[in-house]
């Protein structure tokens, strides 16, 4: 691991270059994003899915899942006492995340099509949030989704969001251009019982529903760029 962090206003923020991934994001001793040991052996944490989401462009374009960024070397490239500017480029997309921390924290994604082709590019960020004391009982906009963390839906976001998990501060969630959200949780099936994992969730945004990439819409032309952005409080 290459840990990059900020420290301030009583935030930590820990990122690894390997991957772009947020490995910690603490708010007064109490985690909002997390790393995990998860139950299929795997560990998870933060990273950003391009130029897909998940399966979808695998079979049909020669996609990798969640897109290759999330395990690939991020260069930095600027780093002050309250920001973090990281960027990798891959088959003709450069993509720069810049992590913020003022009063609340920010985290931006910028992809630019530097290729002379137009390019098929979706975004998500698949968020590991903490639930140290479980999920069960998870609001989000006042509706109840716990049973999505069993049932993996997409549901739709709002500009300005509130997610209540049991016994941890209520987060303020706001997104730009990102309109909808992946359940998830990991999984583990043995003699017919499913067992999930329940230190963490996933609400993953998405710039589009998931299969956008394969689209026409998703396309975009050469030396142009799309940005999406989350901010938690």
């Known amino acids: 691991m290459d840990i990059l962090k900020i420290k301030k206003n009583n935030w930590l923020l820990e990122i690894d270059l390997n991957g772009g991934r947020i490995v ?3 708010k007064e001793n109490n985690k909002i994003l997390g790393t995990y040991n998860r139950i299929d052996g795997k560990t998870g944490n933060t990273h950003v899915c391009i130029p ?10 020669g996609f990798v899942f969640h897109g290759p960024f999330r395990n690939s070397e991020w260069r930095l490239i600027n780093q002050s006492k309250s920001r973090i500017d990281i960027i990798s ?8 995340q810049s992590f913020e921390i003022n009063d609340d924290f920010s985290h931006k994604i910028l992809i630019r099509n530097v290729s002379d082709e137009r390019k098929r590019v979706h975004i998500a960020v698949h968020n590991y949030w903490d639930t140290e004391f479980g999920w069960k009982g998870v609001f989000l906009n006042g509706h109840d989704i716990s049973g999505g963390f069993i049932d993996n839906p997409e549901i739709n976001l709002e500009k300005n969001n509130i997610l209540e998990i049991p016994n941890k ?3 303020k969630w706001q997104v730009e251009n990102f309109r909808k959200a992946k359940l998830w949780t990991g999984v583990k099936e043995e003699g017919g019982k499913k067992t999930h994992d329940n230190k963490y969730i996933c609400i993953e945004p998405e ?14 032309e050469p030396k142009k760029c799309i940005s999406v952005e989350q901010k938690i409080g």
Do not use: C, P, Q
């Open 24 to 26: 910690n994001l603490i």
């Open 52 to 61: 897909n989401f998940a399966n979808e462009g695998v079979e049909k374009l």
């Open 89 to 96: 480029e891959i088959n003709g997309l450069s993509v720069t």
């Open 169 to 171: 501060k209520v987060i």
């Open 207 to 220: 710039m589009e529903y998931e299969g956008f990439v394969e689209t026409d819409r998703s396309l975009i």
